[in-house]
């Protein structure tokens, strides 16, 4: 068995592929690097099989027909024999210095025999054209050298949440929880995250800048733009993450905390998008989506609904609109999201 997989879904990466790969290759044969190539028309195939037969104890190259990115991760996952797993986008890389730190923690963690659900790390991102480099760590929230639980966390400030980037998940812990995402279906990285954390009960936090999250590309599906012609999905993602959990057998009450202040982001973002869209009809897939809330889990309603976030998304007429935006903007500045 391997210590760490990484899966690396790629659909025509061929133009950033190489940046991501050549940070997870160093020289450790307790590492995995799957590289799934998801129906690719480019220079993938190529440049993947490249990498696999120089490093062939190492990458793993994987082909499939195209199944988007949630498809590749269910692949990579069913591959992988690392002991942990860690997805990371084929336009992303990693930090060398962090990276050390992060494969010394695990190791030291299994040779004392020390069973923990979920890894935490920092992530940055690198937003193209800005100098300054927007931190998302959990310093503040999470303690450090030693393994912890959901009770021993402190509050998330609004914003502020747990992004596939800022983890390694166990990877028997992906199977228990029978995780599988969607197909076909962008966004999923939110799936990702959000379902599994209901089995999670043993965290281990380190806190370097490991993850290099690019923003930039005008066809990145992050672009607000591209969201907007992409909603159905970001309105599919966020009923699926509605329908997938629980809150009333969630036991750990800063856990179901979290899980609702998450909700709430992405409802939030769902939302200003459908209102951004400026559409007739995305405004009715508002109030659907709010009633399907309601619909589901009058609770789960009542608390992102009424709370600062789900107000300001709901002020009614066209000046009400006008200011959900504004407040929106301002958050992005404020908080540094994308």
């Not at 790390?121 to 310093?139: D, I, Q, R």
């Not at 066209?318 to 992005?332: D, E, F, I, N, P």
Request: proline share 2%; glycine share 6%.
């Amino acid at each position: 068995m391997k210590l760490l997989s990484f899966v690396i879904p790629c659909f025509n990466s061929q133009d950033y592929m190489d940046r991501c790969i050549s940070s997870l290759l160093i020289d450790d044969e307790e590492l995995e690097v799957i590289i799934v190539n998801d129906g690719s028309s480019d220079s993938t195939q190529r440049i993947a099989e490249q990498y696999e037969a120089k490093y062939p104890s190492i990458v793993r190259v994987v082909h499939q027909e195209n199944l988007g990115h949630g498809g590749a991760v269910n692949t990579g996952i069913s591959f992988a024999t690392g002991l942990f797993l860690k997805v990371v986008d084929s336009d992303d890389w990693i930090d060398p210095s962090a990276f050390k730190e992060i494969l010394a923690t695990l190791k030291t963690l299994v040779v004392e025999d020390k069973t923990v659900d979920m890894v935490v790390s920092n992530f940055v991102y690198e937003k193209t054209g800005k100098k300054y480099k927007k931190v998302m760590e959990y310093g503040k929230n999470f303690p450090e050298g030693c393994i912890f639980s959901w009770d021993d966390i402190k509050p998330f400030r609004k914003g502020q949440y747990i992004l596939m980037h800022s983890i390694i998940y166990r990877t028997s812990l992906l199977k228990e929880c029978k995780l599988k995402l969607p197909e076909h279906t962008f966004y999923v990285d939110n799936l990702f995250v959000f379902k599994p954390l209901e089995k999670v009960e043993r965290i281990y936090y380190v806190n370097v800048d490991f993850y290099r999250y690019f923003i930039g590309r005008e066809d990145q599906s992050v672009n607000e733009k591209v969201m907007i012609e992409r909603i159905d999905q970001q309105l599919k993602v966020n009923k699926l993450m509605i329908d997938q959990i629980n809150m009333e057998e969630i036991k750990s009450l800063k856990l179901r905390q979290y899980m609702l202040n998450h909700l709430e982001i992405i409802t939030v973002i769902s939302t200003i998008l459908l209102i951004r869209s400026g559409k007739k009809e995305n405004l009715k897939a508002k109030k659907e989506l709010w009633k399907y809330i309601k619909d589901k889990d009058i609770e789960l309603y009542n608390s992102i609904r009424y709370g600062a976030m789900g107000r300001l998304m709901n002020m009614p007429g066209h000046l009400g609109r006008t200011m959900s935006v504004a407040a929106y903007k301002l958050s992005q500045k404020i908080v540094g999201f994308n």
